[in-house]
């Protein structure tokens, strides 16, 4: 099973695909990053309660340290799951960090317009690794 990790931001607009991302999948534990805002208003629905959510409050001073050294103790996988739809700037650079300080990789996860899990790849699909970029 996957850890998600996902930027929580003050919009509300954009909590609905956050709330869709927590139920379409068997995530093993979501941690959501939010803002203050965020943390105060955002409800935990029962489908919400039954999963393994933290919500977590983002703080520019001291959150890239406390978080790397969180996910290095409690995410024993070698790479996790990662939405950064919600939120904003300052924010996904904390969270990203964090991640990438913590020494844990990264998949890119998004809810497309049909509200299926997708990831975002670099490489289009293709038989064998070409050793060419592709932008």
């Not at 996902?6 to 995530?27: F, M, P, R, V």
């Not at 959150?63 to 996790?80: A, C, G, Q, R, V």
Request: charged letters at 25%; glycine letters at 4%; hydrophobic letters at 40%.
């Amino acid at each position: 099973m996957v850890v998600l990790i996902a930027s929580l931001g003050a919009n509300k607009d954009s909590w609905k695909k956050i709330n869709i991302l927590s139920t379409i999948y068997e995530w093993e534990k979501i941690y959501y990053l939010c803002d203050e805002f965020s943390y105060h208003n955002y409800n935990l629905n029962d489908k919400h309660k039954e999963t393994k959510i933290k919500l977590m409050v983002l703080d520019v001073e001291k959150t890239t340290t406390i978080l790397s050294e969180f996910f290095k103790n409690h995410i024993k996988d070698l790479e996790i799951a990662l939405n950064l739809e919600s939120g904003e700037g300052i924010g996904h650079m904390l969270i990203l960090s964090s991640i990438l300080k913590s020494g844990l990789g990264i998949r890119l996860v998004y809810i497309n317009e049909n509200n299926s899990l997708k990831e975002i790849n670099i490489y289009p699909k293709q038989d064998s690794f070409n050793s060419e970029f592709y932008f």
